[in-house]
């Protein structure tokens, strides 16, 4: 799943499609994630060190992607505005002086990566997992994508309008992101003293929120253990700021729709192509992500679709 998702970001968001470089960038990719969450002592052969080697590595290829995008885009003007690098080359301001600077672009290039590509992950691994073990659920969720694969000629690629269509389905993965948000908190500042159920948070304090505070909590989620998407059938009672596997306010995911596309034309092919068995228990660990202790081991079968 975490290759599924590093190839689309690199298809879509950086125009950086199959082969060698890819391979390569994917390597150093992995090394580099694995280290950020290690003591960070740069002594030879730690993960911190392997880390900050591979990341090198990786400034150094989007320095070269960069650069052939940028040509691309001097000779190709606005019709080489195909994807993420090449929109931020082409931001200019009224005096048609660029905005961002080649090191800004590789900064933000890397910080999408970093971001999207180990949480779509983890929702596709968990709706998979979940999937396996709610045959109730995973029938409704292939009668939802049958309808709309019957409704199209074959091969023809979904659309927008096809997702949207996709509303149990996606009510299956927010139930996913309530149990199992693949990122568990986050920091914020507070601008002003807060009173807290009798306790102060001075101003200027960080403050760390945690998503299951508000997901498993049975006054906002009544039976927050029981897995049961129709508790999205009403959004309008979840109050605001509860639902947050996403985060809230202004520095909310960005990605969230990229998010919300990615998984569920991933879970439409999946189950209209193929069923799938659970070779593994159901624990899992967080490295801070959530993983199946286990792994996703699966025996998977072509489906016929009638
Ligand atoms: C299921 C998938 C995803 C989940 C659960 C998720 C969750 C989050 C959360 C909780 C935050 C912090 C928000 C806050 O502080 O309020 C965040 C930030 C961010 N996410 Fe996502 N994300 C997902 C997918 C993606 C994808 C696919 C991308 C990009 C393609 C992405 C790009 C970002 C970026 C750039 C930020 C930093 C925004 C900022 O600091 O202003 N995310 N995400």
């Not at 505005?81 to 590789?106: N, P």
């Not at 202004?250 to 998984?263: D, K, L, N, Q, S």
Request: hydrophobic residues 40%.
């Amino acid at each position: 799943m975490k290759t599924l998702t590093f190839n689309i970001i690199c298809s879509l968001l950086f125009g950086l499609e199959r082969g060698k470089q890819r391979d390569q960038f994917l390597d150093s990719f992995q090394t580099m994630i694995k280290g950020m969450w290690s003591v960070p002592i740069n002594l030879p052969l730690t993960r911190y060190n392997r880390s900050l080697r591979a990341s090198a590595k990786i400034q150094n290829l989007l320095k070269e992607i960069v650069h052939k995008k940028k040509i691309e885009f001097e000779q190709n003007g606005e019709s080489a505005r195909q994807d993420l690098i090449s929109c931020m080359l082409g931001m200019v301001d009224e005096d048609g002086k660029k905005v961002i600077t080649d090191k800004e672009i590789i900064h933000n290039v890397s910080l999408v990566m970093v971001a999207g590509y180990d949480t779509s992950s983890v929702l596709i691994t968990f709706i998979i997992r979940l999937l396996a073990n709610e045959p109730d659920i995973c029938t409704a969720v292939l009668q939802e994508q049958k309808e709309i694969a019957k409704s199209k000629p074959s091969g023809e690629a979904l659309t927008w309008e096809d997702v949207s269509k996709m509303k149990y389905t996606w009510k299956v993965a927010m139930e996913t992101l309530r149990m199992f948000p693949p990122v568990f908190g986050g920091f914020r500042k507070a601008a002003t003293d807060i009173e807290y159920d009798g306790y102060l948070i001075p101003k200027e304090w960080q403050i760390f929120w945690v998503t299951s505070m508000t997901h498993m909590d049975n006054s906002i989620f009544p039976e927050p253990t029981k897995f049961e998407p129709s508790r999205f059938e009403n959004q309008a009672s979840v109050p605001p700021y509860c639902f947050i596997p996403f985060g809230g306010g202004t520095r909310i995911c960005p990605g969230y729709e990229f998010a919300r596309v990615e998984t569920l034309v991933a879970i439409h092919y999946l189950v209209t192509r193929f069923s799938w068995k659970l070779d593994s228990d159901n624990f899992f660990s967080r490295d801070p992500m959530p993983v199946p202790t286990q792994g996703l081991l699966v025996q998977i079968w072509p489906r016929a679709l009638s």
